[in-house]
DNA sequence: GAGTTAACCAAACAACTGTTTGACACAGTC
DNA sequence: GACTGTGTCAAACAGTTGTTTGGTTAACTC
């Protein structure tokens, strides 16, 4: 049976070829199964399968398995800088940090699993970039604690861990939360709830930036 | 001609046999391996040789790398009641808990894998008696708004959760940790810090208990 | 249209993982 | 000493995993 020949016209419905679609593809699925079950729960076959390829595309297209996770880490790394936003209230970046787990799931998922994962700096690829992220909520702790908001025996660096352990609680415990809440952690509903009762804790805690109508920005 | 029988080392260990003491060698070998990498990531191999014993034997003594995580499970649920003193002021609770993962890191990181892990109530043999476990807590934190010591309008399931992820922190995020404050998050000295961080944090809150003789702090 | 390159695929592949097999050794009993 | 049941082991096993090979086809160039 003879081949039937070339279409000059592109024809965006049928099956044709797009390396930059590929790569997408399977770093979209990547990201999904990465987050799903870890690194060494991941299955490239399933990448595959999720992403509707060939399984060999993924040698072809990264470096194995381990350069697949490296692909993605990376490519967390760049987005999460955007949800930086200097100068805001640290109530309003806990919230938005909670709410991280329904726009960004996969991305919370990821960062739980690096950190049981983690086998010191020099393998973590994302540390330096990180600890940069993070300096803006302890400066902005600092900042309470001149204005006397806040004991000066608090460390701005742990309180901002733990700000940030509890707002990744619905990711990082969802089986202590459905023993305890009965409802499902990953559901909408609760990770909005989830969210305000962590602004009431940081008010409670007097995290409000002095002049919350104004915060002041500054480069 | 058949080959004559391959003799084994013709000198034998001097070593005594000794079931309980295998079984124990296994568990607590089991627990470092899957404590260390989670279940997809544990090997078999691995916990064999931590154990110094045949790898066989664990199919031997236990139902294959399942049973056995099943095993060290139930053998954490009975150690961890113990931690649970009813009665004890919430930030002596939460510092316990804290330190916890100095006594037992194990059982701390056995914990948070099984948060990622988790696939519903269903598959979780501790969804039970865990939410036990904490409905003191969140007993706690009723009667302290009870008593006017702390607002209404906060949830006592989600307050305890953020305490419960607060306390885990230097376990489920060592990496950003050691990025922000330089230190080993493993360390005893960093979780002591922490610890008490964290009962500074939980006495800001309020969580004192009414009649606890606790001294004044001033900002 | 011939030729070249790059995207893609199916199957083969080697390495690894957990389990099973069959044999052996020790301890207790007769 | 022979017998028996259980603890232990090395090796074989079957299933899975990630990677490589070799070939096929689309797209692009001349």
């Known amino acids: 049976m003879p081949?039937?020949?070339?279409?000059?016209?592109?024809?965006?419905?049928?099956?044709?070829?797009?390396?930059?679609?590929t790569r997408r593809l399977i770093l979209d699925a990547a990201s999904a199964e990465f987050a799903a079950h870890g690194y060494a729960g991941a299955r490239i076959g399933a990448i595959a399968a999720r992403a509707g390829v060939n399984q060999q595309l993924i040698s072809y297209y990264f470096d194995?398995?381990?350069?697949?996770?490296?692909?993605?880490?990376?490519?967390w790394r760049e987005r999460?800088?955007?949800?930086?936003?200097?100068?805001?209230?640290?109530?309003?970046?806990i919230r938005r940090y909670a709410l991280e787990a329904l726009?960004?799931?996969?991305?919370?998922?990821?960062?739980?699993?690096?950190?049981?994962?983690?086998?010191?700096?020099?393998?973590?690829?994302?540390?330096?970039?990180?600890?940069?992220?993070l300096q803006g909520s302890i400066d902005e702790v600092r900042a309470l604690q001149a204005a006397g908001r806040l004991p000066a025996e608090v460390d701005p660096a742990c309180l901002t861990i733990m700000l940030m352990a509890a707002a990744m609680a619905p990711t990082t415990l969802p089986h202590v939360?459905?023993?305890?809440?009965?409802?499902?952690?990953?559901?909408?509903?609760?990770?909005?709830?989830?969210?305000?009762?962590?602004?009431?804790?940081?008010?409670?805690?007097?995290?409000?930036?002095?002049?919350?109508a104004a915060p002041s920005r500054q480069g």
């Open 103 to 133: 726009r960004n799931p996969d991305a919370v998922r990821l960062m739980a699993w690096s950190g049981l994962e983690y086998a010191g700096p020099e393998t973590d690829p994302d540390h330096g970039p990180r600890s940069k992220r």
């Open 64 to 75: 194995g398995k381990e350069g697949l996770y490296r692909a993605i880490s990376e490519r």
């Open 3 to 21: 081949p039937s020949k070339p279409r000059r016209s592109p024809r965006p419905q049928e099956r044709q070829r797009d390396p930059d679609r």
């Open 80 to 93: 999460e800088t955007e949800l930086v936003a200097p100068g805001t209230p640290l109530p309003e970046q």
């Open 177 to 212: 939360i459905e023993g305890v809440s009965g409802m499902d952690p990953s559901s909408a509903e609760f990770i909005e709830h989830y969210a305000d009762q962590l602004v009431i804790v940081a008010r409670l805690l007097g995290l409000e930036s002095a002049d919350s």
